[in-house]
């Protein structure tokens, strides 16, 4: 089985709030994981070309790799992007639309981001952009009326500020439900990824695709190894009675606190 690392990143800095810290990596660290992905042999692909591949049964090109962005963060609109386009490295990153907008409620904690006008620079640099709900809510513990607009409401601002479709979503933290992924697709959404901590293939499931949260603590070799197919087992599998009790565990601090960061 062709075994597909999707990447997920979030802070590229080299002093983050300690609320994101442990997802943080720094520029160095950032620019030795793109040189083995420069280096790898592996063609770096867009979630929507891979999706575009998978919908139309096209074979993929050799040893596909992607790089995937969450929230929005400031680096990403200046030395990150400038980063991956010294590179010719193509990447999809996904706003929460709530917190690049100053004022409006959002569940992400205080941390430096870039603004939703800086969007179209990032199509500039080669980036692929996607939404990221609102305000970075666990979506699976989320009423129907609610879900359904922190999906709508990101894919139609952005649609407005880019000018074009916005077809790829992002779970926050991963959390999705199969009622979750229903509304994905009525929200008019092509694709959506998850996390789960694995390897993507050919097989993953469109509105779920696994993808590998990178960690301050992973080194090089762990980023060479996922582009080498290992370290990580292979999507798609059932999930698991813990993650099942878990979800059913937040759904019910949700009926009584109200929505959660997802985080």
């Given amino acids: 089985m062709t075994?597909?690392?999707?990447?997920?990143?979030h802070p590229v800095t080299d002093d983050p709030p300690a609320w994101i810290a442990e997802f943080a990596v720094t520029p160095r660290q950032f620019a030795s994981h793109l040189d083995a992905i420069a280096d790898s042999g592996r063609t770096p692909l867009t979630i929507g070309a891979l999706t575009g591949h998978l919908a139309a049964g096209t074979p993929l090109p050799p040893r596909p790799v992607v790089l995937t962005f969450d929230d929005g963060f400031a680096d990403l609109a200046g030395p990150t992007a400038e980063a991956l386009a010294a590179r010719a490295l193509p990447a999809t990153a996904y706003l929460t639309t709530g917190a690049l907008?100053?004022?409006?409620?959002c569940l992400l904690p205080p941390a430096p981001m870039m603004t939703l006008a800086q969007a179209p620079r990032l199509e500039e640099h080669g980036l692929e952009i996607g939404a990221h709900t609102v305000s970075h809510p666990q979506l699976d513990t989320l009423r129907p009326a609610a879900l359904r607009r922190e999906l709508a409401d990101p894919k139609a601002e952005l649609e407005d500020l880019l000018g074009h479709e916005v077809r790829h979503l992002a779970y926050p933290h991963g959390?999705?439900?199969?009622?979750?992924?229903?509304?994905?697709?009525?929200?008019?959404?092509?694709?959506?990824?998850?996390?789960?901590?694995?390897?993507?293939?050919?097989a993953d499931e469109p509105f779920r695709i696994a993808r590998l949260i990178v960690r301050r603590t992973h080194t090089t070799a762990d980023v060479r190894a996922w582009l080498a197919g290992t370290g990580a087992r292979?999507?798609?599998?059932?999930?698991?009675?813990?993650?099942?009790?878990w979800r059913l565990y937040r759904r019910t601090r949700a009926l009584l606190k109200g929505p959660e960061f997802a985080g």
């Fill in 3 to 9: 075994r597909i690392p999707v990447l997920l990143y």
């Fill in 101 to 105: 907008a100053p004022g409006r409620p």
């Fill in 234 to 245: 292979t999507a798609p599998y059932p999930d698991s009675l813990p993650t099942l009790g």
């Fill in 175 to 202: 959390y999705n439900s199969p009622a979750v992924r229903r509304a994905a697709r009525a929200a008019g959404y092509a694709s959506a990824v998850a996390v789960r901590h694995a390897l993507s293939s050919p």
